[in-house]
């Protein structure tokens, strides 16, 4: 059976679910204007936790409303609540508080911090107690530790002299909690002043104000807007804070260095990248490396120059693929590209490793030959790091073959007469030898071949009819 | 006739300029609002179904998103990416919803019948793909199945979208067609 008849069957089975109709109320709140805070509906959730909620004022006759479905409308400022303060990680935590600093309520603000509040005991506590209790918490229950260790306090008062001066109590709270958990904090804290764009924000995102404040903070301080409200909404505290390493944030304090250690490393980035240009540590200049962030996904990004050429690369923080790869030289239109579609427009100077394999954080000594290749077009794909160590490219032939040459191996091999067709190529390393995987398809038939890079052997490939 | 069928759900998903469409639901348009539903609402609630595993639950996050995108309009940038922002609140709906239910309760034969609208053709075939989507395949295969295969998504932005590396998108949906073509083949789902 074929792959595209098993995709019409999918599509077809999906295609028959019956599906119930736009409720009035969602065609109602388009026509609200200026927009409102949504109401979200939830509808059975809705039910079922409000009989939850109003099971639990009956048996601890307490004001605590654990209602998360109501989680994205604004906080309940009772009339004697002065402060709310939040407590973002991923579990999201409102402190109401009045003038005397006691606390009057504890809210959570999405699912994990109904998990945290479940675990805390926070009635008769101070402030600074009852941030203790919930920052324990949040320890205890995985939230915080050595691979994520940032939180994010935000203070919503008037008062800004009072608000910067409760910034920095908390913020040593929360350090000092986490030390005697042997946990080395980091803290990014500010100031919140409630508006209807940051509420249509959070509520459209379902994510606390605070947080949404902190995004919006970031995107103002990126002028390039090379990032959007969507991409950084989805990330943990965590991986804001390393954003915000190299962003001067005016309104958002910092203390401590938010956790790499989940993520590969600048030096695996950078040599990932080094990789993919196939070229050296050595033979280029202006190397940097610096956190960024590509459609919600943390990432590296990681430049540097060879011989008058440009090039820019995303590396994907946690297993090193390659997301995007941009290269522009001297005298040339700037040329931006997926992996998948890197075009070489010019001959190519190609550096190649003699070892086989290197560890990540060292450098190889290299040789260097110069293709000269003519300017031609190649389609790669991106290639993924999986391993500890950066395996480079083999150097046991004289001249390795070039992605353009593979594709015009295949292509011929497959009597294509048209060699301007699209084609996918991937580099595989199998065993220290690198292999050109190329997917086209050409008149109804899906080609797929393995192309030895060291001496363009086709080493396998299948033709299947896309009927 | 099944050709017929599925070039009318291509272009109902395909036609639509769905950045016009959130322009004008951002202005008070329902007009549009219902037309972007009509559009985009059957695939949406497919990868809903497909995440969540419970009717009722999919049609929580399909209004639940469609009103978040509602309010999301107001700070909306068109960037020819409608369909991913729209996928990615959908995604955090249905992630939302998988944290706060306690345990997911196992499918029956009897749910799947009752998700089928019966005004729609439908082969054994199709019934079969579906059935085995939804109980054969690990919830990452499903997804990216049907982000793919339904849906319309490269691999490359069904990997943005769930936050993988697109290897692994890419292995794990040949291994997802593998599974579903041994099903088909043979005819059932036991």
Redesign the interface.
Known sequence: ?K?RQ???????????????P??E???D?????P?SP????????YIAMSVAAALVLTVIGGAMISH?SRRDTPLPLASKTETVVSLDVNPSVSISMDKEETVLEVRAL???G?AILAKTDWKDRSLNDTVDALVDSMVEGGYLSDTANSVLITIDNDDDTYAQTLQQQLTDEVIGTMADKQVEGAVLSQRVVKDD?LK??A????ISLGKAALVRRILEADPLQTK???SL??LPINDLHLLTEKIALPAVHGRGHASERAYIGRERATAAALAHATLTADAVTELEAEWDC????LCYEVEFTFESTEYEYLV?A??G?ILKAEKEADDRPESTV?P?EIRTTAPTKVTIPTKASVPATTIAPVTTVTSTTPATSTTM??T?L?TTTVVATTATKAMPITAEQAREIALRHANVPDLSIRVDIRTRNQGGHIRYALEFQYRGVEYEYLIDAANGDILSFSSERDD | MLTVYLTSVANSTASPDLDDLLDRVRQGDRDALQRLYEAISKEVYGYALSVVQNEHDAQDVLQDSFLSIVHGTKTYRPQGKAKAWIYTIVHNRCVQVLRTRQKTTPLSEEDEQGWIDDRIPCTTEDRLALSACMNRLSDEERQIVVLHAVSGFRHREIAQILHLALPTVLSKYSRALKKLRVILEKGDTA
């Open positions: 059976m792959k098993i995709e019409q069957y999918v599509q077809h089975g999906f295609g028959a679910l019956s599906v119930p736009l409720s109320e969602v065609l709140a388009c026509e609200e204007s927009p949504p109401k979200i509906t939830h509808f059975r959730r998360f999405n699912a994990d109904e764009e249509a924000l509520d459209a995102h379902g959007t409200f969507e909404a989805t590509e459609n919600g996904v994907h946690v297993d693929t997926r998948t794909k991106s993924t999986t």
